[in-house]
């Protein structure tokens, strides 16, 4: 296990139980040992390492903070302790499990019927069942809320889905995907459970994506697909309810992005104290100094507020301004510490070997999924002024 020199303020150290650090420093053991060696091979693959989903299951992490269900019931600052952790290895990694953990498992969580819970969210904890989340059309992107053109028509005991959904993170492969899609009678947006290898449900892969690359996004076609109306999320029944699942998955992400910096950082910081140029470690500049500090600062900074952030939600006072703001934050201070890493590091800050080039890619996709910066901005710019801006 590495030193933590990105834990400068000790958070990790003395906010957690004994048992829950345990359980953090397994799972930076296990990332550390399964994850780091073989995630460059994947990112420039383009491929995802499914011989890691048995290892992760194992961990135990899945619906962490859940109660019931196989779930351990832990604390939302362990979760996103846990994400971090993730993303300071690979935010690839941590994303895919976003979905599954969080998007996915959270959608049946916060808005299943017991029978639906019972059905889906023992063996998605054990990551028998792989989930994704499609939200997001190619026409669509930050309007969701009012502006989904996918359709939902009731017929009798089933519902006719038609339309297609973008950048749709593990469904290449999900064993069910949680379609987004309007009511044509009452015009709400409503979720449906769609099992995979449903008749009119199809998915290409997204191909060339310059970050995120171990992430397999899939474009889905919907075409006439039928689905059992005991697969319709029953507790959604408007976007106000899919917001709900999305205030806690950003939550997640902005702890996601302290991972992607520490990572960066560490890196940098390790690299700096060993490179010599002019006889002496580059570390020992004051320009490169300079570049350490900003750095460790931004990322201090991040984590403090995402520490605070999970108190909030553990208190159940997390508000959607609250979860925006630390987006929007993290996201962008993420960018700068990346690239201050990468400008450390020389020529090879661009070389995939030397880990920094794919966070700089990587921290991209942070920035702009989950609802880009200036829509969290608008979230938060409505909560504080009470002007809506979004049109
Ligand atoms: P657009 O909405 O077209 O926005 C383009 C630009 O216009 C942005 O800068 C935006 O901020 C700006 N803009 C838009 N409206 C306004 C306004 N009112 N005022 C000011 N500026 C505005 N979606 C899913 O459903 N499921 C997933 O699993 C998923 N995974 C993803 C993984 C990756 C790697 C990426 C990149 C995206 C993923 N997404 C997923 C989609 C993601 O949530 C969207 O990309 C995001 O919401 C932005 O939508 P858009 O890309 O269509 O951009």
Same mark, same amino acid.
């Not at 474009?219 to 039928?226: A, F, P, Q, R």
């Given at each position: 296990?590495?030193?933590?020199?990105?834990?400068?303020?000790?958070?990790?150290?003395?906010?957690?139980?004994?048992?829950?650090?345990?359980?953090?420093?397994?799972?930076?053991?296990?990332?550390?040992?399964?994850?780091?060696?073989?995630?460059?091979?994947?990112?420039?693959?383009?491929?995802?390492?499914?011989?890691?989903?048995?290892?992760?299951?194992?961990?135990?992490?899945?619906?962490?903070?859940?109660?019931?269900?196989?779930?351990?019931?832990?604390?939302?600052?362990?979760?996103?302790?846990?994400?971090?952790?993730?993303?300071?290895?690979?935010?690839?990694?941590?994303?895919?499990?976003?979905?599954?953990?969080?998007?996915?498992?959270?959608?049946?969580?916060?808005?299943?019927?017991?029978?639906?819970?019972?059905?889906?969210?023992?063996?998605?904890?054990?990551?028998?069942?792989?989930?994704?989340?499609?939200?997001?059309?190619?026409?669509?992107?930050?309007?969701? /809320?009012?502006?989904? +053109? $996918? =359709?939902? *028509?009731?017929? #009798?005991?089933?519902?006719?889905?038609?339309?297609?959904?973008?950048?749709?993170?593990?469904?290449?492969?999900?064993?069910?995907?949680?379609?987004?899609?309007?009511?044509?009678?009452?015009?709400?947006?409503?979720?449906?459970?769609?099992?995979?290898?449903?008749?009119?449900?199809?998915?290409?892969?997204?191909?060339?994506?310059?970050?995120?690359?171990?992430?397999?996004?899939?474009?889905?076609?919907?075409?006439?697909?039928?689905?059992?109306?005991?697969?319709?999320?029953?507790?959604?029944?408007?976007?106000?309810?899919?917001?709900?699942?999305?205030?806690?998955?950003?939550?997640?992400?902005?702890?996601?992005?302290?991972?992607?910096?520490?990572?960066?950082?560490?890196? /940098?910081?390790?690299? +700096? $104290? =060993?490179? *010599?140029?002019? #006889?002496?470690?580059?570390?020992?500049?004051?320009?490169?100094?300079?570049?350490?500090?900003?750095?460790?600062?931004?990322?201090?900074?991040?984590?403090?507020?995402?520490?605070?952030?999970?108190?909030?939600?553990?208190?159940?006072?997390?508000?959607?301004?609250?979860?925006?703001?630390?987006?929007?934050?993290?996201?962008?201070?993420?960018?700068?510490?990346?690239?201050?890493?990468?400008?450390?590091?020389?020529?090879?800050?661009?070389?995939?070997?030397?880990?920094?080039?794919?966070?700089?890619?990587?921290?991209?996709?942070?920035?702009?999924?989950?609802?880009?910066?200036?829509?969290?901005?608008?979230?938060?710019?409505?909560?504080?002024?009470?002007?809506?801006?979004?049109?």
């Amino acid at each position: 296990i590495p030193p933590v020199e990105g834990d400068f303020y000790h958070l990790g150290d003395e906010a957690l139980k004994d048992e829950d650090r345990a359980l953090q420093l397994k799972v930076r053991a296990f990332l550390e040992k399964e994850v780091k060696p073989i995630v460059n091979k994947y990112w420039l693959k383009a491929a995802f390492p499914f011989e890691l989903i048995p290892k992760i299951a194992e961990l135990n992490i899945c619906g962490l903070t859940y109660q019931g269900y196989g779930c351990m019931g832990k604390s939302n600052l362990m979760e996103g302790m846990l994400a971090m952790e993730m993303a300071r290895i690979d935010t690839s990694i941590s994303t895919f499990f976003g979905v599954q953990s969080g998007l996915a498992m959270g959608s049946i969580y916060l808005l299943g019927s017991e029978a639906q819970k019972q059905e889906w969210l023992p063996d998605m904890q054990q990551m028998k069942i792989i989930g994704a989340f499609g939200l997001t059309e190619p026409e669509v992107g930050s309007g969701v /809320a009012g502006g989904l +053109t $996918t =359709t939902a *028509k009731r017929n #009798g005991s089933k519902w006719i889905l038609n339309g297609q959904k973008k950048w749709i993170g593990n469904a290449t492969f999900s064993d069910v995907t949680i379609i987004w899609a309007r009511d044509v009678d009452d015009n709400q947006v409503k979720g449906f459970l769609v099992r995979k290898g449903t008749t009119g449900f199809a998915v290409e892969k997204m191909q060339d994506k310059m970050a995120l690359r171990i992430v397999q996004n899939g474009l889905i076609t919907l075409t006439n697909c039928e689905v059992d109306e005991e697969d319709r999320l029953q507790n959604a029944n408007s976007f106000k309810d899919t917001a709900k699942v999305l205030k806690m998955t950003r939550a997640g992400v902005a702890w996601q992005a302290v991972g992607c910096a520490r990572g960066a950082y560490e890196s /940098a910081l390790s690299y +700096t $104290t =060993t490179r *010599k140029q002019f #006889g002496r470690p580059i570390a020992s500049y004051q320009l490169i100094q300079n570049h350490l500090v900003e750095m460790l600062s931004n990322l201090t900074a991040m984590q403090t507020l995402c520490f605070r952030l999970s108190q909030l939600q553990d208190q159940g006072l997390l508000t959607d301004a609250h979860a925006s703001l630390a987006k929007v934050f993290c996201s962008m201070r993420t960018r700068d510490v990346v690239s201050r890493a990468r400008e450390v590091m020389g020529g090879n800050g661009i070389l995939l070997e030397y880990d920094v080039a794919r966070f700089v890619a990587d921290a991209e996709a942070i920035y702009s999924y989950e609802g880009t910066k200036e829509i969290n901005t608008l979230i938060v710019g409505r909560a504080i002024t009470g002007f809506s801006a979004f049109v």
